[in-house]
């Protein structure tokens, strides 16, 4: 199957993991990638390995407008989008803010949004151009202690079925990449403050081993970035491009649990995440 070469390549949540470790592999496979972070200075590793590198808040639509025009300065256009930030949340949905929730939804679902509208016109312009969003196969399966997480993969599932189709007729590709576990600090990193759930003023503190269980569940035989980045890059940027990219621990196996009859399902990781624990 061929594939895309020397394309010019805008990836977001470039800090760390995935996207690191995607930005290297793109180098190496003879694109052009541009990582980019909230913090920049977070990628000063990549910059000395001269991948060229951006602040970018997906949130923050100046810093948007921004990285866009600072790619299209440099090199002319953008290829392809990869929408890679994001960020996790753990505990009882119950239990959770409302702000937590929310923020959640705005890296994960409207930033990806905002910055797929970003490079769109141009991409529609030249009737060329291909949009990679990250989802994961939680997104197909829900998972307890993990609502949030789970939804907005679900939304970033559809909207990119969605977006397929309507960017079709302007030559624009789709592609949904729905990971399963994949080495990174992500665990540690969304796992802060799950202390307040084994206190006793918690509901669910007799499930706070359940709770911990599930923040480092995609973390057990993870697959090492590197290798999930060069499969990616291999699968993604395949001509034709493919609808669905699967890869990581899990990856084949969650999406068979998720069509066992709902019962059963509900009763496993309910089982699993020791909700059975509380009377």
Not at 1 to 26: H, Y
Not at 37 to 54: C, D, Q
Not at 187 to 215: C, M, N, Q, T, V
Not at 238 to 256: C, E, H, Q, Y
């Amino acid at each position: 199957m061929p594939s895309l070469k020397s394309q010019t390549v805008l990836v977001t949540g470039c800090s760390t993991g995935i996207g690191r470790a995607l930005a290297r592999e793109l180098k190496t496979a003879g694109h052009r990638p541009f990582a980019t972070a909230r913090k920049v200075e977070s990628l000063a590793e990549l910059a000395a390995e001269g991948i060229e590198t951006l602040q970018l808040d997906v949130n923050d639509p100046a810093s948007i407008g921004s990285a866009v025009a600072a790619v299209v300065e440099r090199a002319g256009r953008i290829d392809v989008l990869v929408n890679n930030a994001g960020i996790n949340l753990f505990g009882p949905l119950m239990e959770l803010s409302v702000g937590e929730v929310r923020a959640v939804f705005e890296t994960n679902v409207l930033g990806l949004v905002a910055m797929t509208q970003a490079v769109f016109p141009a991409m529609a312009e030249r009737r060329s151009g291909r949009i990679v969003n990250v989802g994961s196969v939680v997104g197909v399966l829900p998972t307890p202690f993990a609502a949030a997480y789970c939804a907005t993969k679900s939304a970033v599932h559809m909207l990119s079925d969605v977006l397929r189709m309507e960017a079709a007729p302007f030559g624009i590709e789709v592609v949904v990449v729905q990971p399963g576990g994949v080495a990174s600090n992500i665990a540690d990193s969304s796992s802060r403050g799950l202390e307040r759930f084994e206190a006793p003023g918690s509901r669910y503190h007799l499930a706070y081993g359940g709770i911990r269980k599930r923040a480092y569940a995609s973390q057990k035989g993870a697959m090492p970035t590197p290798d999930f980045a060069r499969e990616l890059v291999k699968r993604a940027f395949a001509s034709p491009a493919p609808r669905i990219v699967r890869l990581g621990a899990g990856s084949d196996t969650l999406p068979k649990l998720a069509r066992m009859p709902a019962k059963m399902r509900d009763q496993l990781l309910s089982g699993r995440y020791e909700l059975t624990k509380i009377r």
